[in-house]
């Protein structure tokens, strides 16, 4: 899955109606509609606000609303869009103001998904990925090499602490950890523990 880079808005003119389309990140359902609620109040002389919106690790949550438009060339368009893309926990409404101009179903629902597509080209995306977190335990002597090291090598390190034993956190993909495992050995010559610890879900560049 991926999601939006940052939130923001981007405008297209299509037959004089301007149609705006904001993205938020968002991480469950109420922030969801919080984001709509706002921009319903912040645009409430528009035409229309239509909604839509992808939910959990697995896109599982998917909501959409027309807002007066005729069914199914608004709110279904969007999320079309945002199922396409592979989004998740992202929110997009596209605010309509008329402009005299009707476009008819078709003009509607090419309307309302380029309208997602473009704000979505404009804020950039990044991967969703969820990731091992292994704690390397090692005593002091190697402790500071190995945070050095393993910050030099493509594996990424989240935090490090210095209590009892050095204790670095890595995250990885669960399929590079026999590698990671093989690492560690080379530069400790087996002096340091590694232990899985659990996961997390972090977002790099696709």
Request: hydrophobic letters at 40%.
């Amino acid at each position: 899955m991926r999601t939006i880079r940052r939130d923001g808005e981007h405008e297209l003119e299509i037959k004089r109606s301007r149609f705006l389309c904001a993205l938020a990140r968002v991480a469950d359902e109420e922030a969801a509609r919080e984001f709509i609620a706002r921009r319903r109040r912040e645009h409430w002389s528009a035409t229309h606000n239509c909604t839509a919106y992808i939910l959990g690790e697995d896109g599982g949550i998917q909501r959409s609303s027309d807002d007066g438009e005729p069914a199914g060339t608004a709110g279904v368009p969007m999320l079309e869009v945002l199922r396409h893309r592979g989004m998740t926990d992202t929110v997009a409404v596209v605010t309509r103001y008329y402009g005299g101009v009707k476009l008819g179903a078709g003009g509607l629902i090419r309307a309302y998904g380029n309208a997602v597509s473009a704000a979505i080209d404009a804020v950039g995306v990044l991967e969703r990925r969820r990731l091992l977190l292994v704690d390397v335990f090692a005593d002091y002597v190697i402790g500071g090499r190995l945070e050095s090291d393993l910050r030099d090598s493509r594996f990424h390190v989240r935090e490090v602490d210095y209590g009892a034993r050095v204790r670095v956190e890595v995250a990885l993909p669960e399929a590079e950890l026999p590698e990671f495992e093989v690492l560690l050995a080379e530069l400790t010559g087996g002096r340091a523990e590694a232990e899985v610890r659990g996961s997390t879900v972090v977002d790099v560049e696709p």
